[in-house]
T-cell receptor
Framework: SQQGEEDPQALSIQEGENATMNCSYK?????LQWYRQNSGRGLVHLIL?????REKHSGRLRVTLDTSKKSSSLLITASRAADTASYFC??????????FGTGTKLQVIP | DVKVTQSSRYLVKRTGEKVFLECVQD?????MFWYRQDPGLGLRLIYF???????EKGDIPEGYSVSREKKERFSLILESASTNQTSMYLC?????????????FGPGTRLTVL
C-alpha cells in the first residue's frame, strides 16, 4: 500500500519561527490529512485538504497540496513550545482506510 | 466530542501469553482500526472493521486476530505474544458519513512482551 513519506524526519526550531514539513505520496488520492501526536499519546486530527483544493488554513496552520507532484506541506507559523510533537500525513485510499506516513518530529525550543 | 478509550495505557505480558486489547468508541462510528506504532516505521495497520462481525486484514495481520461483536467495541487479540510484538498499539474509529475518513484515536496501549 502507498505510504506518505514525511520530510524532514526531525526538525528543531526556536519559538516564534515557522516550521515547515513535507509529505510525498505515490498514487492518486481523495484527500490528505495531517495529524499531530504528542509524546506517548494518540493522534489528533489537525486539518484535511481535498484533492481539488490547493491550499487550506486553520489558525496558525497552512496546508498546501500539489497533486501533480504528489506532495503536501504543513506550515506552522509563529511556533510555540506547545507545538512540540510528531506530525503525520495520511492519504485517503478509499474503502474507509487511510495510510499514515512515518512522521516528522518537531521540537520547538523556548 | 468523539471519545475512543483503550483498556490499558501500559501492559506487560510474558512470551506465549494470550493478550486482549480492548477499544471502545462512543460516537456510533461504523469503522474501527487497530495500528501498531514503532520508531522509524510510523503507524502500520493491523486490522480494520467496517461493521459488526466484519473484519479486513491490514498491512501486518500476522500474529493478530480481532473481534467486533458490538458496534462500539473492537478487540485486538495476540494469541501467543512474542517479544517482537512489543509496541505501541493505537485504536481509531471513523464514520462513513461526511466522506472525509477522519480518524479519532484512543490514547494508545504500550505493550511490553518479556
Amino acid at each position: 500500500s502507498q505510504q506518505g513519506e514525511e520530510d524532514p524526519q526531525a526538525l528543531s526550531i526556536q519559538e516564534g519561527e515557522n516550521a515547515t514539513m513535507n509529505c510525498s505520496y505515490k498514487t492518486s488520492i481523495n484527500n490528505l490529512q495531517w495529524y499531530r501526536q504528542n509524546s506517548g499519546r494518540g493522534l489528533v486530527h489537525l486539518i484535511l485538504i481535498r484533492s481539488n483544493e490547493r491550499e487550506k488554513h486553520s489558525g496558525r496552520l497552512r496546508v498546501t497540496l500539489d497533486t501533480s507532484k504528489k506532495s503536501s506541506s504543513l506550515l506552522i507559523t509563529a511556533s510555540r513550545a506547545a507545538d512540540t510533537a510528531s506530525y503525520f500525513c495520511a492519504t485517503d485510499e478509499g474503502y474507509q482506510k487511510v495510510t499514515f506516513g512515518t512522521g516528522t518530529k518537531l521540537q520547538v525550543i523556548p | 466530542d468523539v471519545k475512543v478509550t483503550q483498556s490499558s495505557r501500559y501492559l506487560v505480558k510474558r512470551t506465549g501469553e494470550k493478550v486482549f486489547l480492548e477499544c471502545v468508541q462512543d460516537m456510533d462510528h461504523e469503522n474501527m482500526f487497530w495500528y501498531r506504532q514503532d520508531p522509524g516505521l510510523g503507524l502500520r495497520l493491523i486490522y480494520f472493521s467496517y461493521d459488526v462481525k466484519m473484519k479486513e486484514k491490514g498491512d501486518i495481520p500476522e500474529g493478530y486476530s480481532v473481534s467486533r461483536e458490538k458496534k462500539e467495541r473492537f478487540s485486538l487479540i495476540l494469541e501467543s505474544a512474542s517479544t517482537n510484538q512489543t509496541s505501541m498499539y493505537l485504536c481509531a474509529s471513523s464514520s462513513i458519513t461526511g466522506g472525509t475518513d477522519t480518524q479519532y484515536f484512543g490514547p494508545g496501549t504500550r505493550l511490553t512482551v518479556l
